[in-house]
T-cell receptor, first 115, second 115 residues
Framework: GAGVSQTPSNKVTEKGKYVELRCDPI?????LYWYRQSLGQGPEFLIY????????DSGLPNDRFFAVRPEGSVSTLKIQRTERGDSAVYLC?????????????FGEGSRLTVL | AQSVAQPEDQVNVAEGNPLTVKCTYS??????LFWYVQYPNRGLQFLLK??????LVKGSYGFEAEFNKSQTSFHLKKPSALVSDSALYFC?????????????FGDGTTLTVKP
């Protein structure tokens, strides 16, 4: 497809479990971003990749959250020992080159529910 | 730190009337400003952006926005609203002096256009 693809679209898990969320960006986009959106709020920045490296991970809330992008394309957001407060929609976006002026192209999100 | 404020949670207008969705921002250095729209069960979509130049920028679906540096505002406007414009609208900012990864979003404004 031409857009950003995120899987799964919905994930229900139990407190304490491990979760992986996948993002497949638009082909050719070197910059990839993860955001988290809670109900009634705007997207909150988590991490930004330029190529394979995390250029800015200052938004990751704690060390239970980790993200990788080993080949500079697909990225996986990993959450260990999930807590109920992690429940949110996790958004992935990509942009052509990460320039300040470039708009973001978002996927439809992965809705995570931690019971 | 950069921030965005969308002072109205909800905006209601009648079809055919002009609409305005307000946004103010705070950022170090020159701002790069964006509007995104989110339809139900869809990902965020880029509408328009201000980078430099003319303070009035035009975007998708007949929307436009006016950059006002002295008031640090970037209000979204449309001369004649359509029912299909009903959606959730987000304003976002990037500052030239900050990492390109950090687009900061407002909490969104729900626009409802009534027939």
């Amino acid at each position: 497809g031409a857009g950003v693809s995120q899987t799964p679209s919905n994930k229900v898990t139990e407190k304490g479990k491990y979760v992986e969320l996948r993002c497949d960006p638009i082909s050719g986009h070197t910059a990839l971003y993860w955001y988290r959106q809670s109900l009634g709020q705007g997207p909150e920045f988590l991490i930004y990749f330029q190529g394979t490296g995390a250029a800015d991970d200052s938004g990751l809330p704690n060390d239970r959250f980790f993200a990788v992008r080993p080949e500079g394309s697909v990225s996986t957001l990993k959450i260990q020992r999930t807590e109920r407060g992690d429940s949110a929609v996790y958004l992935c976006a990509s942009s052509l080159d990460g320039a300040f002026t470039g708009e973001l192209f978002f996927g439809e999100g992965s809705r995570l529910t931690v019971l | 730190a950069q921030s965005v404020a969308q002072p109205e949670d909800q905006v209601n207008v009648a079809e055919g009337n002009p609409l305005t969705v307000k946004c103010t921002y705070s950022v170090s250095g020159n701002p790069y400003l964006f509007w995104y729209v989110q339809y139900p069960n869809r990902g965020l979509q880029f509408l328009l952006k201000y980078i430099t130049g003319d303070n009035l920028v035009k975007g998708s679906y007949g929307f436009e926005a006016e950059f006002n540096k002295s008031q640090t505002s970037f209000h979204l406007k449309k001369p004649s609203a359509l029912v299909s414009d009903s959606a959730l609208y987000f304003c976002a900012v990037r500052g030239y002096n900050t990492n390109a990864g950090k687009s900061t979003f407002g909490d969104g404004t729900t626009l409802t256009v009534k027939p």
